[in-house]
């Protein structure tokens, strides 16, 4: 029964893939699925659209003063005011940066490079340090925000483009920053943060670790180890069953499994697995979660998890053997995960677009 369900559900997808103009492609077994240029046309759309739109914004700011309060998003962050809140502006800058990478032909990507080259200048940046310099904004975007930086500006390092070049130079000091705060913060971090939305310890964690790895930054990178095993390397019996929350875009229990399988060798990853998801937990997070109403901003953080479960899943399926159950367990629910959400991608709701084309690209990246 549950592998009827399985294929009916990608039967369903694939005729709303052929219905979307082919926006993207499936391979044989339906575990790999590829943006097309149309489809990576059409989710670029969403973040140019709000990029430098400036309202409606939830800034998150602490103000100090009256002048300080009545500052505007822009005046705040110039380079990242857009797309609702600083972190949503980020990571559609790296979708962007991910989309020009594979398809430089795109029809968008003559705006993108003047978007970029207009945003990312040395002094908007500049300003963004100063922003984080204040006595009150060192925790700004601790660190979910923190973490989507590294994930743009490791995209751009891999990025042999006269213009990536300028723009990976660009914002190379807030990236600096960003790991000062990190390393100052890492020892201080006496328990991890186990929620399902911006906090959670582990996701920020995954993308330090990537962006070190990247970038041969060796110090942060042992540091980043080193507070993950301090977190993380003991937990047993996660309560997968309670996931998920009515607002989670992470789940709590992946994204820490997501996190270990980079931190320790295969062998070890499977001993602290097996004892991390007991019975049938790790079953349970394989039902899709009921989005109930796209229009409701936290609601709609649902779709949201439907993609980071996916990439969670096809990244630690990948490390299971082909005779472990749990491993194609995992990529059905995966491709299930990434099939229920992406035909809602661009659902007319700003609540969903000014992000979710850059969750919905993460899980479609074969990686």
């Given at each position: 029964m549950k592998k009827i369900g399985f294929i009916t559900t990608i039967l369903i997808f694939q005729i709303a893939v052929a219905q979307q103009e082919k926006f993207f492609t499936v391979n044989a077994d339906s575990t790999t699925w590829s943006l097309t240029l149309?489809?990576?046309?059409?989710?670029?759309?969403?973040p140019l659209k709000c990029l430098l739109q400036e309202y409606p914004n939830k800034t998150s700011h602490t103000a100090i003063s009256d002048s300080d309060q009545l500052m505007t998003p822009r005046q705040m962050h110039p380079a990242f005011y857009g797309c609702f809140d600083w972190h949503s502006c980020v990571?559609?800058?790296?979708?962007?940066?991910?989309?020009?990478?594979?398809?430089?032909?795109?029809?968008?990507?003559?705006?993108?490079?003047?978007?970029?080259?207009?945003?990312?200048?040395?002094?908007?940046i500049a300003l963004e340090i100063r922003y984080l310099d204040g006595k009150l904004s060192k925790a700004f975007e601790r660190t979910y925000g923190w973490a989507w930086l590294l994930k743009l500006h490791q995209e751009l390092n891999g990025f042999d483009d006269a213009d990536a070049r300028n723009w990976k130079k660009n914002l190379q000091p807030?990236?600096?920053?960003?790991?000062?705060?990190?390393?100052q913060f890492?020892?201080?971090?006496?328990?991890?943060?186990?929620?399902g939305v911006h906090p959670n310890t582990a996701f920020g964690l995954v993308f330090a670790l990537d962006y070190a790895r990247a970038v041969k930054d060796t110090s942060f990178e042992i540091a980043v180890i080193r507070s993950a095993r301090q977190l993380f390397f003991?937990?047993?019996?996660?309560?997968?069953?309670?996931?998920?929350?009515?607002?989670?875009?992470?789940?709590?229990?992946?994204?820490?499994?997501?996190?270990?399988?980079?931190?320790?060798?295969?062998y070890d990853f499977i001993r602290w697995f097996n004892a991390f998801y007991p019975g049938n937990a790790l079953e349970h997070l394989t039902h899709l979660p009921q989005v109930s109403d796209r229009t409701d901003l936290q609601i709609v953080h649902l779709d949201g998890l439907?993609?980071?479960?996916?990439?969670?899943?096809?990244?630690?399926?990948?490390?299971?053997?082909?005779?472990?159950?749990?491993?194609?367990l995992l990529l059905h629910a995966a491709t299930k995960h990434l099939a229920a959400s992406l035909p809602h991608v661009a659902s007319g709701e700003y609540g969903g677009e000014h992000w979710l084309a850059s969750f919905a690209v993460y899980a479609l990246a074969n990686e």
């Open positions: 149309v489809g990576a046309s059409h989710l670029a759309s969403l990571h559609g800058y790296w979708m962007l940066t991910r989309l020009l990478k594979i398809y430089p032909q795109m029809p968008e990507a003559d705006r993108i490079r003047e978007i970029f080259n207009k945003q990312l200048t040395p002094k908007n807030l990236v600096d920053k960003v790991i000062v705060l990190w390393k890492l020892p201080k971090q006496t328990y991890p943060n186990r929620t003991t937990d047993k019996n996660a309560p997968a069953n309670w996931e998920p929350d009515g607002t989670d875009f992470l789940s709590p229990s992946l994204e820490e499994a997501d996190l270990m399988r980079r931190v320790l060798p295969r439907c993609f980071s479960r996916s990439w969670c899943m096809k990244h630690i399926a990948a490390l299971l053997t082909a005779d472990d159950k749990r491993r194609t």
